[in-house]
């Protein structure tokens, strides 16, 4: 089946640490989105990509890194520059440039211990 | 003005009731809109799109008014299980300041026994 993908679910950092949480979709899509979201908050846009090998900032993007190297994967990498890390973290893909509903993985929860 | 704008809520209804969540969006680029619903601690899932036409789905109702930049989603017979944070979902046709999908904060329901 395809789907969108993330790992792991669960994920506890050190401070000071860099952590990547991963995304890997199989549905070809050619958008994919990093979203933060605390609790009792909306989601905050953190990078997206519409094409391989090309991010952009969205709101909330100091302290985090994304690469595009496949179409299917988009990983985030959370930096010791990231002063308040613990947050729930979702990752997002559409099918095109636009027009479509998108597609969420299942979210990955980070915590500073 | 924000891009998406929600009701604020929360909205704490008893079962039965009928509740009605406003939205409204600022950019006339904006090509496709969607309801989404998401549980507590979960992923947004899609609930339903959004067309000029209005759409129905058992007891959701969704409508759009282009003129007005404006969605609405109707739910009748409100049960508990609908319970849940909504929120509105706009998709442009090109890509924004936010890549192509612009995201409301959300309205939580409450629906009491």
């Known amino acids: 089946d395809g789907g969108i993908t993330q790992s792991p679910k669960y994920l506890f950092r050190k401070e000071g640490q860099n952590v990547t949480l991963s995304c890997e979709q199989n549905l070809n899509h050619d958008a994919m989105y990093w979203y933060r979201q605390d609790p009792g908050q909306g989601l905050r846009l953190i990078y997206y990509?519409?094409?391989?090998?090309?991010?952009q900032k969205g709101d909330i993007a100091e302290g985090y890194s994304v690469s595009r190297e496949k179409k299917e994967s988009f990983p985030l990498t959370v930096t010791s520059a990231q002063k308040n890390p613990t947050a729930f973290y979702l990752c997002?893909?559409?099918?095109?440039?636009?027009?479509?509903?998108?597609?969420f993985g299942q979210g990955t929860r980070l915590t500073v211990v | 003005r924000k891009e998406v704008e929600q009701d604020p809520g929360p909205f704490n209804v008893p079962e039965g009731a009928t509740v009605a969540f406003n939205c409204t969006y600022s950019n006339s680029a904006s090509q496709s809109f969607f309801w989404y619903r998401q549980d507590c601690r979960k992923e947004p899932k899609l609930l339903m799109s959004v067309y000029s036409s209005g759409n129905e789905d058992g007891r959701f109702t969704a409508q759009l008014n282009r003129a007005s930049q404006y969605i609405s989603l109707l739910i009748r017979d409100s049960k508990l299980s609908d319970s849940a944070t909504y929120l509105c979902v706009v998709s442009l046709n090109y890509g924004g300041s936010q890549g192509n999908l612009i995201f409301g904060k959300g309205t939580k329901l409450s629906v009491k026994p």
């Open positions: 997002a893909s559409i099918p095109q440039r636009g027009g479509t509903e998108a597609f």
């Open positions: 990509s519409q094409i391989v090998n090309d991010f």
